[in-house]
């Protein structure tokens, strides 16, 4: 509560405290020039109406919501964790030109939605939604969220993706690029997910974590295309049925380490002589690197040298 008077106060960073889970409404709402406020991953849940993981009341008093927030006038900085979103809470949240334009970090988990379509939040920077079982569908729009940097999505085990075009549905993206600043991409136990050839269209993209099957790519110029200029990091994992990343050598001009792991159907690497010419790193199971196949003997010998056995 002593927060309460730091009554100068312009920014209150609790990102990543795992143990903090009450924020009493007053510790924050009587902070009258506070314009950046960030629980991002904080053990602290917000909801429109109650706060906090254990509910809106606790021995601190009235628990801090976000309808509160709603109605600080200089907050324009949000990290936000919610949990339970239900279609009242994302109305309202919609509803709110101040919050949707101030949310920069959301973490939503346990989603009580069947369809999540975050267009309107422009500014948000860093997005995750994990745990949902209900979420059957995520709605991105191809000329929205283009300041998002990171995107998590995690145990979405119903969920596909849909895109839009403005205001009307389209088969896929259609623009020469889409999360035209997104640097980390993760995807893992969305086992719905059956096409995520839009990978192809992320220019900045530089960490990537997917765990889904094979993706087939037509009509592409292989020897002269870079899909991912600025690609540093690859890690596989889990992936045993996973038999091919590409029929053909990719490029990867900034690729530094390729990470495999327990992906015993996988045979073939993604390289060729003229391909991934700065990386330092190729690690797998000693079995696995032994069992690797090689269009050419120049190749293998190029990227022996790299092998470093994980266990």
């Known amino acids: 509560m002593e927060v ?36 991002f991953m904080s053990k602290f849940i917000a909801g429109w109406e109650g706060g906090g993981s254990d509910g809106v009341i606790d021995h601190e008093g009235r628990q801090l919501c976000l309808k509160d927030l709603d109605g600080m006038w200089k907050l ?4 936000l964790s919610i949990t339970w979103m239900t279609h009242e809470d994302m109305q309202a949240v919609l509803n709110s030109q101040r919050l949707s334009a101030s949310i920069r970090l959301l973490r939503l988990q346990q989603v009580r939605l069947s369809s999540v379509d975050l267009g309107f939040m422009k500014a948000l920077r860093k997005l995750e939604i994990i745990c949902s079982t209900d979420l059957e569908e995520l709605v991105f729009n191809t000329n929205q ?8 999505l995690f145990s979405l085990p119903r969920a596909t993706i849909s895109w839009k075009d403005g ?13 035209k600043n997104l640097q980390k991409l993760w995807i893992r136990k969305c086992e719905a997910l059956e096409d995520i050839t ?41 992936l045993p049925n996973l038999r091919s990343i590409c029929r053909h050598p990719l490029l990867l001009p900034s690729l530094e380490e390729f990470h495999v792991i327990n992906c015993p159907e996988l045979k073939k690497l993604p390289f060729g002589l003229s391909t991934a010419k700065n990386i330092q790193r190729i690690s797998g199971e ?9 269009d050419h003997e120049d190749v293998r010998s190029k990227l022996t040298p790299y092998f470093r056995p994980s266990r």
């Open 198 to 238: 839009w990978i192809r269209q992320l220019p900045c993209i530089e960490f990537l974590v997917i765990v889904v099957e094979e993706v087939t790519v037509d009509n592409v110029d292989y020897e002269n295309d870079s899909f991912f200029p600025k690609l540093r990091w690859i890690w596989l994992q889990d």
């Open 167 to 179: 205001n009307v549905f389209v088969r896929g993206p259609t623009t020469a690029a889409i999360f």
């Open 4 to 39: 309460s008077n730091l009554t100068k106060l312009r920014q209150l960073h609790l990102e990543d405290t795992s143990s903090l889970k009450s924020i009493p409404r007053e510790a924050v709402s009587s902070l009258e020039r506070l314009q950046s406020l960030n629980i």
């Open 286 to 294: 000693k079995e696995w690197l032994k069992q690797l196949e090689w």
């Open 145 to 152: 969220l283009s300041e998002l940097e990171e995107l998590t």
């Open 76 to 79: 324009t900085e949000l990290g």
